[in-house]
């Protein structure tokens, strides 16, 4: 598989620092911590999956890397290093700069991301004013469509970019989406969160695959935030576990699968339907995802942990510590 | 032995509205579709968006009267009933849907909720219908202090199974789950996967599970039926076709769903282009744009649906009719 690096040759600096992100949102029943004390980092070209459950707080770490919480929302505490520059002091304007432009951004509903009431060309050449100045002025439009096509867009006649989102199918506004975020500036890192959720799965299978090649084109490190494992299997070099707002593990996509050290991942892995079966019945996980309002002290996956240790596991919560695997960390007292 | 539940030519297709110049035009959901479901039998019928499995289903129960073909139940003919038989029928039909916030009454309790049916049907007293909701409740694995709590103070796990109970109360044969784990987390998705497949045994249902996750169908069949553009072009037992797989978009399908083993990489082949609109749908067979093996008969007629191996139906030309040649 030649488009793995070796991430060993790698020794620079990272691309993305993250030192304990945390974000919460004040409710009626007090703070939902949705991003707890969560660190890690992004090499040059590293794909990277980012995967929970629905209020893990995935979605949240994403939003936070670009300071996209809404109020009454808050990033509490927490360093975003992109590139040597800690994204969370500079200023509005230099930030928009930085979003979109040297971070591309995929989102989950096609759809819903675009516009209804200005034409696609319009949306674009947008990004192209604010992220690449130095294209000569109308200029715009071949490179739109040299964009366009890269993605698998049709632009013959030019039509196309007049258009609006609701002359394409769901396929097409997210291959033009990524064409935004991958060639609209010049990113060095992509982020997508649950790019092919709303998609069927041979679109998937088609977005997946442009996802893949752009990123090895372009020598793009990737963060993909997903539920779907399947997804993190195929596209992915490494993988972050979060579970109620934490991070659990950091492995690498092989030792991920293969050899999961934190409970949860293990319980995970065994209760994911395969294909075909493996067998009559599959293992379930008890319980429910704990509410992030009133976590309690120690582990939040205690309660469903099948490798509860004891009192330690009720008061002490598990901070991300080296397993006997190298380049694998998870959060969890066995490894204490 | 006669099939629970049978249709012939079946089809759903509704007209469009509003279309400039009086044109009248036909959105094709389901385009007579013949299908058996034995009894005792789980059958999944897996489709991407707009492959008219849903809307099958919604026409099997008659929620909305079909609009050709006919439905049979015990082998009697219920095409078109209305009134008693009617909902004498829906007793012994139920459906579990794909969103339960969206399939039960926000200002009901639980109990209300599972013993609706009860009530609608006029079974039991008010003091009995409770006493069968705790059953119900306990039957899904759930423990009966649910019976007071409103749809949102519980999980979207726990209310698919509240769904679940609802459908069971009255005492079913027949089930059609539409999608019922596809709103679910992973960890969620296999307590409710093993649920459906304990009932079934347990209480001995006849299934029909709608949806376009293979892995899931492949836990709960015995019967794959694959649907294209309002019609099935491919239909078998599990094992066969998801080993054997005939029809080039089973294939297509097959090939395309993501393994959870980074050992199993395979995105190289992903299948082109994307579904049709049911409007507009390719002549010939609806596959043909889209297909690798499309001759010049498959612009032009059809293929039926055919016997093509010991009990596994094929609606493709380029597969050879049963006994001829193994493919």
Known sequence: MPWIRDLNDIEQSPLLDVRGLTTRFP??????????????????????????????????????????????????????????????KLGEDDVRRVRGGQIGLIFQDPVNAFNPSLTIGDQLRRILRLHRPGLPAGGYDGELRRMLARVGVDTAGGSKLNQY?????????????IAAACLGGEPSLVLADEPTTSLDVTIEAQVLELLRDLRRELGLALILVTHNLALVAELCDRVLVM????????????????????????????????????????ESMRGNVPDLTGLPPGCSFALRCEQYIGAICDTVCPSLVPTSTADQRAACHLYA | MTPLVSVERLSQHFPLRGMPFGRKRVVYAVDEVDLAIERGTAVGLIGESGSGKTTFGRTLLQLYPPTGGRIYVDGQDVTGAHGQPLRTLRRRMQMVFQNPYAAVNRRKTVAEIITEPLAIHNIGTSVSRLARGRELLDLVGLSSTFTARYPHEVSGGQLQRVGIARALALEPDFIIADEPTA????????????????????????????????????????????????????????????????????????????????????????????????????AGCHYHPRCPLAMQVCRVTYPPLELKAPGHQVACHAVPTAMEDKV
């Open chain 1, 27 to 88: 409710s009626d029943r007090g703070a939902v911590h949705a991003v707890e004390d969560v660190s890690f980092c992004i090499r040059q070209g590293e794909a990277v999956g980012l995967i929970g459950e629905s209020g893990s707080g995935k979605s949240t770490v994403l939003r936070s890397l670009l300071g996209l919480i809404n109020p009454p929302g808050r990033i509490v505490s927490g360093e975003v290093i992109f590139r040597d520059r800690d994204l969370r």
């Open chain 1, 165 to 177: 989102a609701f002359n394409f199918s769901q396929g097409q506004l997210q291959r033009i989406m």
């Open chain 1, 243 to 282: 579970y109620a707002g934490r991070l659990v593990e950091d492995a690498d996509v092989y030792s991920m699968f293969e050899t999961p050290k934190h409970p949860y991942t293990r319980q995970l892995l065994r209760s994911l339907p395969r294909f075909p079966a493996s067998g009559a019945r599959l």
């Open chain 2, 183 to 282: 709103s679910l987390d992973v960890s969620i998705r296999a307590q409710v996967i093993n649920l459906l497949a304990d009932l079934r045994v347990r209480l001995g249902l006849t299934l029909l599970f709608i949806s376009h996750d293979l892995s899931v169908v492949s836990y709960l069949c015995e019967r794959v039926a694959v649907m294209y553009l309002g019609k099935i072009v491919e239909v078998g037992p599990k094992a066969e076709v998801e080993e054997h797989p005939l029809h080039p978009y089973t294939r297509a399908l097959l090939s395309a769903i993501p393994r959870p083993d980074p050992r199993e990489r395979r995105l190289l082949s992903a299948p082109l282009g994307e579904i049709p609109s049911a409007v507009d749908r390719p």
